[in-house]
């Protein structure tokens, strides 16, 4: 399984980027993908989840009302487009799958059982 999470870089402050987590080695229909930052010096920290199968999306509070989580079931990706994005957004962020979630563990890194290896945003003021 591999999960290859690509679309970071540098944006000022108001911008917006688009991220992407192509996922590939097995089927995903019961699992939720997730996004997941670390920012310098904290802890990791949930951004959005969806479910593959559709029929939920979560948000972290922080990223609520900026960010779109979205599927491409033709392309195996799931894709977080951030908008109005502010310095506490820099972080490297990453895509993770869980199998089988419910919503009260979404939001748990604990959860998701494969990774992908990181993707740096930084956000300039």
């Known amino acids: 399984v591999q999960l290859q999470a690509s679309g970071g870089g540098l944006v000022q402050a108001g911008g917006s980027l688009g991220l992407s987590c192509a996922a590939s080695?097995?089927?995903?229909?019961?699992?939720?993908m997730a996004w997941f930052r670390q920012g310098p010096g904290k802890e990791r920290e949930f951004v959005a989840a969806?479910?593959?199968?559709?029929?939920?999306?979560w948000y972290g509070d922080s990223v609520k009302y900026r960010f779109t989580m979205s599927r491409d079931r033709a392309k195996n990706t799931v894709n977080p487009q951030m908008n109005r994005l502010n310095p506490e957004d820099t972080a490297v962020y990453y895509c993770?799958?869980?199998?089988?979630?419910?919503?009260?563990?979404?939001?748990?890194?604990?959860?998701?059982?494969?990774w992908g290896q990181g993707t740096q945003v930084t956000v300039s003021s």
């Open positions: 993770a799958a869980g199998p089988r979630l419910i919503s009260s563990t979404v939001r748990q890194p604990t959860k998701y059982n494969y």
């Open positions: 080695g097995r089927t995903f229909s019961d699992y939720v």
């Open positions: 969806i479910r593959w199968s559709g029929g939920g999306i």
